[in-house]
């Protein structure tokens, strides 16, 4: 019996023992896995959210758009000391003024972009107090300067997976960028969905320049090698837009005009345009209004067809409108992201035709927020989507409104570039009206638009509406379609010109035949005399010559020995004339004068 208790005492103990030292294991590790500063996405736990206590669950469902990923909230943040000491054991209780690490793809207001405050040497952090949805919690100052919130209608939808989060390396570029840890490659149900290379027979975006307006882009990707200029620096100075801190811009150049490479990283939907990177903003999510609108001043003076707002622009400010109306009347399409459901009716809607407002959706179809109804022009992938990433991370996948304006600002470089007759109005127009529907009903639909875009249809279609302006309509036929015309036209001429040949040797072959000679009448051969048909009269036959009949020996009249002509039309047993009277003897004829012999005159026979 003693036995059994000293057992069991003994076990009790070795179990105990094991536990604390499993938790002494667990607090160690996050420690010292979080002991190095590095830039990370973050949030700030408050008091309350919408009136109950925060936790795990529901700030996955808001940043991540699904209540399911804050597995990866925890394990991020589990055993990480906090502000007031404690640490993260149970995903249901959290306490305000925590700092919780968010996967890379995390968006929406509160969430953060740079050092961690506790990493900040001597930073006092402070709990945070309640504060409502739209406000972004008080936190310590750090390094760099503190981000605010991302556009909410960029909130993805269920489903997305996580993207990798920027840290500091040997690969930190110029500029004070932090580096980034490589990412396994990404779902390309984006790039499949569209299937940009059906359209690249027609157009694939050759001569367009297209300015991406955002944190940059890193031009030294061998992806955008050459298919990125210097661009401009509108915060820094620098006089350079081809470096990128925060990655956004990268991900759009990525999608407009990346290369295909033996990676097997996806292809820009525009691969021979060229991007102009024009950096508004250098470690912050958010661009001043003063910046952006010159920022799209100066890619219209650059000479950019298609200009791509990304999320650090307000498109709804009122001096980012006037310059986006500016640019569209200067012949340049404008391409930006959708109003949130939230935001009140903007300036943005009166900028004009070339404006293009753009919604994201998931693979499933859903948008990847909540849009203002009636503001979404035509919709976009949005949600999980592979781009490049920055400093050598190879592709990253995210979700944002703003790989849907890259997508279709690609597609307008398409279109610019098969047709470059159209106005920036009918070039959005033709990527309008050539998307996929989508939504019920009559288009445009008040949260899909005008659909899905629909980059192959956009540059091969043909619309009648174009086809009727006059003289532009021979210009704006897709390029299949002029083939086939040309094909067309030359066999026409062909058989028409074989044509010709023949009438003209027939022509020919009548003059140069001899005509038969006509009648004394004038009539044809083989044709009456008054109508120049029927069997042609008879000649007549030629007179006989005279003959001197021997006079009779009885005296008689003397007799011809010719045979009696027959005339022509009259029987030959038909009566003939009589002959006229013998004269009578002695008679005289009228103006001649009587001949006085002694014997009559000899009387001349009648004729027989």
């Excluded at 592709?395 to 470059?420: C, I, M």
């Amino acid at each position: 019996m003693r036995t059994q208790m000293f057992l069991s005492t003994r076990a009790s103990t070795g179990a105990v023992l094991a536990a604390a030292a499993l938790t002494a294991t667990l607090a160690a590790v996050p420690s010292a896995a979080f002991a190095g500063s590095e830039y990370v996405k973050y949030y700030t736990v408050t008091t309350s959210y919408h009136g109950a206590a925060e936790n795990l669950t529901e700030i996955a469902q808001r940043f991540l758009g699904n209540g399911k990923r804050s597995t990866e909230v925890f394990n991020l943040n589990v055993g990480r000391p906090q502000p007031d000491g404690e640490a993260l054991v149970n995903p249901a209780k959290l306490a305000a003024g925590w700092t919780l690490m968010l996967p890379w793809d995390a968006v929406g207001t509160g969430v953060n972009y740079g050092l961690l405050p506790e990493d900040t040497p001597g930073a006092q952090i402070t709990p945070a107090p309640a504060r409502s949805a739209n406000t972004t919690p008080d936190r310590a100052t750090a390094p760099v300067a503190a981000t605010p919130s991302l556009d909410p209608a960029s909130v993805p939808p269920s489903g997305s997976a996580p993207a990798p989060r920027p840290s500091t390396g040997s690969s930190a570029k110029s500029g004070g960028c932090a580096g980034a840890a490589p990412s396994g490659s990404g779902s390309t149900w984006a790039q499949l969905r569209l299937a940009a290379d059906q359209a690249w027979p027609q157009s694939r975006g050759k001569g367009q320049l297209v300015a991406v307006v955002d944190s940059g882009a890193d031009g030294s990707l061998p992806q955008l090698t050459g298919h990125v200029s210097v661009g401009a620096d509108i915060v820094g100075g620098s006089g350079r837009g081809d470096t990128d801190c925060l990655g956004t811009g990268t991900a759009m150049a990525g999608l407009i005009v990346a290369q295909q490479n033996n990676d097997g990283g996806p292809a820009g939907i525009a691969p021979d345009a060229t991007v102009m990177p024009i950096r508004v903003t250098g470690a912050a999510t958010h661009a001043s209004p003063a910046d952006a609108a010159s920022a799209i001043r100066v890619a219209t003076d650059a000479g950019a067809t298609v200009i791509a707002l990304g999320p650090s622009v307000d498109a709804g400010d009122a001096s980012v409108s006037s310059a986006m109306h500016d640019a569209v009347a200067g012949d340049v399409v404008v391409v930006v992201a959708a109003a949130a459901a939230t935001a009140p009716a903007g300036p943005e809607a009166d900028v004009g035709g070339g404006l293009l407002r753009t919604a994201g959706i998931g693979v499933d179809g859903d948008l990847a927020g909540k849009y203002r109804a009636g503001g979404v022009d035509l919709v976009a992938p949005g949600a999980n989507v592979t781009s490049l990433g920055i400093t050598g991370t190879g592709t990253t996948s995210g979700t944002g409104t703003h790989y849907a304006v890259a997508f279709v600002a690609g597609e307008a470089a398409l279109v610019r570039a098969a047709y470059p007759e159209l106005s920036a109005a009918q070039v959005a127009h033709r990527i309008e009206v050539t998307a996929d529907p989508m939504g019920e009903g009559s288009r445009p639909d008040s949260s899909y638009g005008w659909g899905l875009m629909n980059p192959a249809a956009s540059v091969t279609k043909v619309l009648p509406e174009e086809n009727a302006t006059g003289d532009n309509a021979s210009r704006i036929v897709p390029a299949a379609e002029v083939r086939r015309s040309n094909t067309a036209l030359l066999t026409l001429i062909t058989v028409l010109a074989l044509g010709a040949s023949i009438l003209l040797v027939l022509r020919l072959r009548r003059l140069l035949r001899p005509e038969p000679a006509t009648g004394t009448d004038g009539a044809r051969p083989g044709g009456d005399a008054a109508s120049g048909s029927g069997p042609p009269p008879p000649a007549p036959p030629p007179p006989a010559p005279p003959t001197t009949a021997a006079p009779p020996a009885n005296g008689g009249p003397s007799r011809s020995t010719q045979p009696a002509l027959v005339q022509v039309g009259v029987r030959p047993d038909a009566a003939a004339a009589p002959p006229p009277p013998p004269p009578v003897p002695g008679a005289t004829t009228a103006g001649e004068r009587p001949v006085v012999t002694g014997r009559p005159p000899e009387q001349t026979p009648p004729a027989s």
